[in-house]
């Protein structure tokens, strides 16, 4: 595994019980737990299928995952880190997590209805996110539904001391919109709805894509 993705990784399996606490505060104390229920709900209208089969991918402490469980989905959820699949297990015992990595998903073509990423494209490098995408277009059914969000900004870094979680360096890429469209109109989807989050979190801009595969 390359440096920064190594890095990343190790930092979520330092952090993964800490981060799961807050990540649990943070939606149940704040605006971004309904705004996010929004956002995940506006994604399963988009796939317009009962009982879909969503993958929730860099799902941490498994939430999301739960969330389409009990929304009538079959869900998987999958993240690379081994401590935060550790804190999914234990919340979320019913549903079903596997260690993997984004780059590489480990399942068979034309498989998913939708596809939900959260917080987690802007830890993987640009070069890196073609190959995602690559694999997200790969495993998705025809019009099925890619749904994420990133962080706007131009660059692309190890941040030694991110302000979510100082002294535990993460990797971090920025896009701005008109980049985000331009690279997943190149893989060929299409875009179908872009939503920014009202206000910032820990002063960052956060934007939401809904895309389908053609
Ligand atoms: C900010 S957390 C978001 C977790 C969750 N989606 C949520 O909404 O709370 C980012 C997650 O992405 C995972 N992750 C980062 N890079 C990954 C990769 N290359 N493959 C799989 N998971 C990855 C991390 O381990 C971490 O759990």
Redesign the pocket.
Known sequence: MHGI?QQ??ET?NKISSDYSSK?NKLISDSWVGEFEKKLLNKFLLMIKISKPKVLD?????G??TYFFQQKGCSAIG????EG?LKEAQNLFTQCKFHQ????NLEFSNDLFDGIWA???IY??SKKDFAKVLKEVMRVLKSSGIFSFNFKIGISEKIEKNPQSYGENPRFYAYYTNEEMKKILEQVGFKIIKIKPYPKKIFNEQIVHFWSKKP
């Open positions: 993705t990343t990784k979520y990540i991918i860099g799902c941490g402490n939430k999301d999958i993240d690379f880190s935060m993997m990595d984004m780059r959260n917080g987690c830890h993987v």
